[in-house]
């Protein structure tokens, strides 16, 4: 048997990982409250549910569709780009629609890099960033940043090389929750603009922001997509789909149609099934979409003091979108004797059952992230068990 030298250096998605390993506990018995995966925990709304059961029933589901998706639903992102962005001008031939938006990265690093072509990243990045970027030959950079979590013009130019090609940015962010407002968004375009790096804007969270926050993407800066800017989002998160895979890519055309080669060799298509699914989600009534996004600002209001109170999670800017919190445990490390942040989000799963993710699995020491797409009683009960487990030390 053979494994490539690719394969070998890949390790399984962190957040996935611990959500497995939570999930068998629970399997066997245990009660363990599980904040460590990105997956909300609403019911697909009603309407998507029926879109795609009516796409069974009249059968739409015998046949391949087109690599980069259906012509309805990539006319439905187009014009979600002009009402939603103000993008004027674009067409379902700047759209591909892919099998989550992990497929619509994954095929746009497949797209746009060479071998050893450097990807600026941000810490903290979410996990699969990375991964990614190596899998198709290139090298991420990870760009340290201050304490507002807000990458900068001179946090890039840190670390540009003649080797820069793309910059991703991801507003509202995983694992932060931080939003970039247009100022900075603007810095950061005007720096990528005279520096010629391509954006991969992922605004995966883009319409879950909370408390009076609102989300502009560094897309919608100009009136029409400047052809180094690459929009990646999905349904997964705010109508959760996740289990849908449904995700597209919004860029120049002449890259879109080498994405959808690439599709067309590595998926064939994005389930038929789904890709109706989703086009009901786009199209359709919107009223869940606030719904499930009030429930999240509340428990965010919840449970940040709560979490702020715990001896040792220090947090002191609240997040303002997404549905995560990354405090900094450096305290609570100290507090506890405990060496390093892996070890401690395995005593907390092991002894107060309750399962995070290791921040040093997004580039950052001494962070862990919570993930409050759980519902409230749950939430309250965790933020509980892991005050109790500090307290003891105390
Ligand atoms: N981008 C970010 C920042 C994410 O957090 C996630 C999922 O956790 C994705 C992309 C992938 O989403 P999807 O479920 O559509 O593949």
Do not use: C
Request: aromatic share 8%; proline share 5%; hydrophobic share 45%.
């Amino acid at each position: 048997m053979k494994i490539s030298q690719r394969a070998q250096q890949l390790q399984p998605s962190a957040t996935m990982k611990v959500s497995a390993q939570a999930k068998q506990m629970i399997a066997d018995g245990i009660d363990v409250i599980n904040l460590g995966i990105g997956e909300p925990d609403f019911e697909t709304p009603k309407n998507i549910e029926q879109a795609a059961i009516d796409a069974i029933k009249s059968g739409k589901t015998s046949f391949y569709t087109p690599a980069a998706g259906i012509l309805p639903l990539r006319t439905a992102v187009a014009d979600k780009m002009a009402s939603d962005y103000g993008l004027t001008g674009l067409s379902a031939s700047n759209v591909a629609i892919t099998t989550g938006a992990k497929m619509a990265l994954y095929s746009t690093f497949q797209a746009i890099l060479d071998p050893g072509d450097e990807v600026l990243l941000p810490e903290p990045y979410w996990v699969s960033y990375a991964e990614q970027i190596k899998l198709a030959g290139g090298v991420p950079i990870s760009v340290p940043v201050g304490s507002s979590f807000k990458v900068t013009p001179a946090d890039l130019a840190a670390k540009l090389t003649d080797k820069t090609v793309a910059f991703v940015l991801n507003s509202p962010e995983n694992p932060t929750g931080v939003i970039y407002d247009q100022q900075e968004l603007t810095a950061l375009n005007d720096w990528t603009k005279a520096h010629d790096v391509m954006v991969i804007t992922d605004d995966i969270y883009g319409q879950l922001v909370y408390n009076g926050a609102s989300f502009t993407s560094i897309a919608q800066l100009d009136d029409q997509l400047d052809p180094r800017i690459i929009i990646i989002s999905g349904g997964s998160k705010t109508y959760s789909m996740t289990g849908w895979r449904m995700g597209y890519v919004v860029a120049d055309e002449q890259l879109i149609s080498k994405i959808s080669a690439f599709l067309s060799h590595a998926t064939g298509n994005p389930t038929a099934v789904s890709q109706y699914a989703l086009l009901e989600a786009f199209t359709g009534n919107q009223d869940q979409v606030e719904v499930m996004r009030k429930a999240f600002e509340d428990r965010l209001n919840t449970i940040y003091p709560l979490l702020t109170a715990i001896p040792g999670f220090d947090l002191p800017v609240k997040p303002q979108g997404a549905f995560y919190l990354f405090p900094d445990v450096s305290g609570a490390l100290k507090i506890s004797g405990i060496a390093t942040t892996g070890e401690f989000v395995s005593r907390l799963l092991s002894e107060a059952h309750v399962a995070l993710v290791d921040g040093s699995a997004f580039g950052v020491k001494n962070h862990v992230r919570i993930s409050y797409a759980t519902d409230m009683d749950a939430l309250k009960t965790a933020m509980a068990r892991i005050n109790k487990f500090m307290v003891q030390f105390k």
